[in-house]
């Protein structure tokens, strides 16, 4: 029988509930035991692939075409497998399936309920990924308080006491702000969400406490002493200088000890070295390159999470630290900020604000020979820059833009004009790719046969592709099966690549994305190259 790890989080958001989580998972995965995550969001949303990233930041897509919340891209970096639509679910998901139900009849005349119809549904999706694995991590999105979370928390009372308390622990991520004013950490925040915790019949069993000065003795003992909880569980989380040093952090306080034996659990001393130098390596680069992000929701670093650590990681592969500049393209200076910069990213993304930014930046990037990479609509906008500009073909587009475009050189498939329904109708999930010999792409990847994630609804238009592959932007990636582009390239440029897929959903710390690899290198000869590489400078520490 599988043993559940519910993790809540109180006072504020943000506090890192995801990263505590997938760190705690981590560990129990470093002790040889098999562990899944899930993570429950209480908004109504069936999903959040219609909401705006500024409300809910990067939509993350799984192998099997589910738009999921960002903490499955830390559940998939930190453990290094793979999520599925089962790892996520929504309210909107629970009340969509019991209202069906009630619909076909299959509660029998019964009145339907919160208690027990909606906190049922959420019990049996708790226990659905549970085959096969030795611990479920299940974050429950939210702050205790928040009205929307209660079902979720109900249904973890319940289910502790169903499978037993020794299956269950309960960890609570809280904050211990500090007061400048009188120079004090303070725990009554704590106690109060620990308390409201309680009210509802959860007992926390771990803190964790976030904090940006060190806990004393004396504070543990308060925070313990007031919550009921031993000592040797008060865990302190400050902030560090990279995510993935948090499980190292947890690990110098006993945490996967703590769980272990709290659950009763058996697990081997499977050697943790190989992340402890991991993150040393993140920590102590041997050089710096700076990458410029072209996008539209630069104010929220969120929006773009996936492809932040995908750089990281491409940088790992180098032992190099990739600085990101986050670019308003609607900048005066754009000239000035990109020529700075050892390569250019523009990433993903949808509507018609920003494009002139993000045209203006390949134009730069293609003339002035600097590393580009573009993520689905960053390759779009290349083809778009392309046909602009070296074809002469004036108000080329995307009928996303411009229905009326006279050149529409990227446009919908047949199959998606008909279509009505925003949510879940776009290209979503794994799709096989084929690799053209002797392509920068295929000495990327070294193979010609690849699978990679997708989302998005607007495609290269095959009409345009002699015209354009005649003049140096090479299609070198294709669905076959559709005879789609995936990837293009142009002739002689250092680096110069964008996909219709994303990359970034598949990049991992310990495995590097080979693209983003390929790109930081390409980034790094351009450094060198134009004397700007700090790789002196951090010989010298």
Known sequence: MAKYIFVTGGVVSSLGKGISASSIAKLLQARGLKVTMVKCDPYINVDPGTMNPYQHGEVFVTE?????????????????????????????QVYETVISKERRGEFLGNTVQVIPHIT????????????????????????????????????ARQHALEVGKENVLFVHVTLIP??????????????HSVGKLREIGLNPDILICRSEKPLTPEIRAKIAMFTSVHKEAVIEAPDVGTIYEVPVVFKKQGVDEQVLML????????????????????????EEVTIALAGKYTELKDAYKSVHEALLHGGLAHNARVKIEYVDTGAPDLDAKLAEADGVLVPGGFGDRGIDGKLAAIRIARESEIPYFGLCLGMQIAVIEFARNVLKLEGANSTEFDKETRYPVIDLLPEQKGIEDKGATMRLGSYAC??????????????????ERHRHRYEFNNKFRKLIEDSGLLVTGRF??????????LKDHPWFLASQFHPEFKSRPEAPHPLFASFIAAAIKRARGSGRSRSEAYARG
């Open 64 to 92: 099997d075409g589910a738009e999921a919340d960002l903490d499955l891209g830390h559940y998939e970096r930190f453990l290094n497998i793979d999520m599925h639509r089962t790892n996520n679910f929504t309210a909107g």
């Open 120 to 155: 049922d549904e959420i019990k049996r999706r708790f226990r659905y990924p549970s085959k096969g694995v030795d611990v479920v991590l299940i974050e429950i999105g939210g702050t205790v308080g928040d009205i929307e979370s209660l079902p979720f928390l109900e249904a």
């Open 178 to 191: 500090y007061i400048r004013a009188s120079e004090e950490l303070k725990t009554k925040p704590t106690q």
């Open 263 to 286: 659950l009763r659990q058996r697990a081997s001393t499977k050697n943790f070295d190989g992340w402890t130098k991991l993150v040393e390596r993140i920590k102590n680069p041997s």
């Open 434 to 451: 084929e690799l053209k010999k002797g392509s920068l792409a295929a000495a990327c990847y070294k193979a010609t046969k690849i699978d």
């Open 480 to 489: 076959v099966e559709k005879d789609l582009a995936e990837i293009v390239e």
